[in-house]
């Protein structure tokens, strides 16, 4: 019996011992495997973890430590931010807004261009006929006696006399009398009044009459129109001398100008539309049959022809003709292209501007790129984007400028610029003065220009100064003139690359001030005052100050807070935004020289 309960004891012990070991092994064993993934996923959120220094945003590390350039503590970069690029400058919704961004997703398509072209009708070259006469002699009668009449084959254009040919007459009469005993005699005088383009016929009427003929008709060899008259009645012609020059205008030419820039589209076998100036309601087809293979030197044009029938003779020479091609290139099935406003072009290089996008921000990275033809509105974009990506189109003078007071690369200072002014970072660069001269590359532009923009640039000051005196109506009436100002400029005074940065301030300028006249009070004004001051600014850093070195001056809380730049010819502040209110608030953050 006391066997029979130490035996059960004992299982129930050893029963409640495995219990406990399991028990043990399956909570020590979650806890050590969650410590475990705790510790991984840690190592892992440090690994994925970016750093960066607040002065120089460039800088990305992937654990703390100082700035290698200025040695700020870097501080953890925002997931969001991470994913923008360093060289980018963020914009936000309201800063869009004012500036009139626009943008368009980069897409593919076929390489076609709709060519306009001009030429004349010309004369069928093949068709143009020179009559001359046969014989030498003086001209006693002209049966056309005008320009633009038309004679047909064998029709009896003019009357020569000719001694020599009366003689030749008289030596085939006498030859006649004795051709039975010297027929080569005879043979050899009909010979030589043939070779004078005497037909068999009229030697004939010589022989069967007995008389020589002394003042001689010519036949016309070609039927036409009378282009040109030579001679008048009276006039001695050698053999072979000109009389008329005849053009059969059944067919002409139709010649087309085309531009070197043009020429790598337009082909032989080009469809070509056209009409004709003096033939309203007419539209014409035709083909394109030949292409100069030399451009003329002088006007720097190769013509291309197209063959035209012309029964009713509608289409006659000189006649001014407007024609259109819808040219394809021949490259790869598709190509990427993108609108010319675009483009930002400096005379070298070719840039636009990519957006890039996370939840929260949005922010644009210059991008040069490398232009193939144009295509009407819009380039081939030979290398630099990719099908897909988003590029501002609108606007893109307005970013480039925000970019420039960044100190991101922009298309005047590709590298970026290390004077980066304290609004973006809350204080200057590692003890340089926020007052750092800026010589970024610009377009030189002739001493006329500059005379052109002085009073676009008066105005703004103008109305700069009205604003800081909060004097609504003065500021309102400057900011009008600015208007006009800018209108009164001729774009075609600027060279090309001078052109297209002129042309994209001054419609940005224009839109800023279109609709002045019509604000009925001085804080909107103020906010008109943000993009015109952009616009001003950009302009200033393109083509330099008219005269004495000007300032760019910020204020951070402008904007609802998003900050706000203007120029000024003094480097005392006095707030364009916020007048009497904050007059000083504010700082110099670039000074714009010659």
Request: aromatic share 6%; glycine share 6%; charged share 25%.
């Amino acid at each position: 019996m006391m066997k029979n309960i130490n035996k059960t004891t004992v299982l129930i012990a050893f029963s409640f011992l495995v219990i406990g070991i399991l028990l043990g092994l399956l909570f020590f064993g979650n806890s050590n495997s969650n410590q475990a993934e705790k510790h991984t996923s840690s190592i892992e959120s440090e690994s994925t973890e970016v750093w960066t220094c607040s002065m120089h945003p460039k800088v990305r590390k992937n654990e703390p430590g100082d700035c290698p350039i200025c040695g700020m503590e870097l501080i953890p970069l925002d997931s969001e931010d991470a994913a923008i690029s360093a060289d980018a400058v963020q914009m936000s919704p309201t800063a869009m807004q004012l500036a009139q961004v626009q943008t368009v997703v980069v897409g593919t398509d076929k390489a076609e261009k709709a060519i306009r072209l001009t030429g004349k009708v010309q004369p069928d070259e093949r068709l143009l006929f020179t009559q001359s006469s046969h014989i030498p002699g003086r001209v006693e009668k002209l049966t056309v006696n005008f320009t633009g009449d038309f004679v047909s084959e064998g029709q009896v254009i003019a009357h020569i006399y000719s001694p020599d040919l009366v003689t030749a007459q008289r030596e085939l009469l006498e030859a006649e009398k004795i051709k039975e005993s010297q027929p080569s005699l005879f043979k050899a005088a009909r010979e030589k009044l043939k070779n004078w383009k005497l037909t068999d016929r009229q030697v004939e009427q010589i022989v069967e009459t007995g008389n020589t003929v002394e003042a001689f008709p010519i036949l016309a060899n070609a039927s036409g129109y009378v282009t040109k008259k030579l001679v008048n009645v009276g006039d001695y012609l050698k053999q072979g001398e000109a009389i008329y020059e005849i053009a059969d205008l059944s067919r002409v030419w139709v010649l087309f100008d085309i531009y070197e820039s043009n020429l790598a589209w337009i082909e032989k076998g080009n469809k070509v539309t056209y009409t004709v100036q003096s033939l309203p309601g007419n539209t014409f087809n035709g083909t394109i049959s030949y292409v100069d293979p030399v451009i003329d030197p002088k006007t720097r044009v190769a013509k291309a022809r197209v063959e035209a029938a012309n029964p009713n003779l509608k289409l006659k020479p000189e006649m001014f003709v407007t024609g259109r091609v819808e040219a394809e290139r021949e490259r790869e099935s598709t190509s990427l292209a993108v609108p010319k406003s675009a483009v930002m072009w400096t005379g070298k290089r070719s840039v636009v501007y990519v957006m890039e996008k996370s939840e929260h921000v949005v922010s644009f990275a210059m991008r040069e790129v490398i232009l193939g033809p144009e295509l009407g509105e819009s380039y081939v974009i030979e290398s630099g984007l990719q099908a897909g990506e988003e590029i501002a189109v609108n606007g893109t003078f307005s970013i480039d400028a925000a970019a420039q007071l960044a100190g991101k690369p922009s298309m005047m200072n590709p590298e970026g610029s290390v004077t980066s002014s304290a609004h973006n970072h809350g204080e200057n660069l590692a003890g340089k003065d926020s007052n750092t001269s800026v010589n970024a590359s610009r377009f030189e532009v002739s001493a006329d220009d500059k005379q052109a923009l002085q009073p676009v640039f008066d105005n703004y000051f103008e109305m700069k100064t009205a604003l800081v005196n909060d004097n609504f109506k003065k500021a309102k009436e400057a900011g009008v003139e600015i208007n006009k100002a800018v209108n009164r400029i001729d774009e075609n005074t600027f060279d090309k690359g001078a052109r297209t940065l002129w042309m994209e301030h001054s419609n940005s300028l224009k839109k800023s001030t279109r609709l002045i006249h019509e604000q009925g009070d001085i804080e909107t004004l103020r906010e008109t005052f943000i993009p015109i001051s952009n616009a001003m600014i950009a302009i200033a850093e393109a083509f330099g100050p008219i005269s004495s070195p000007i300032y760019v001056q910020h204020c951070p809380m402008a904007d609802s807070n998003q900050g706000a730049d203007w120029l000024s010819q003094k480097n005392e502040i006095r707030n364009p935004y916020f007048g009497a209110a904050m007059i000083t608030c504010g700082e110099t953050t670039k000074q714009i020289r010659k």
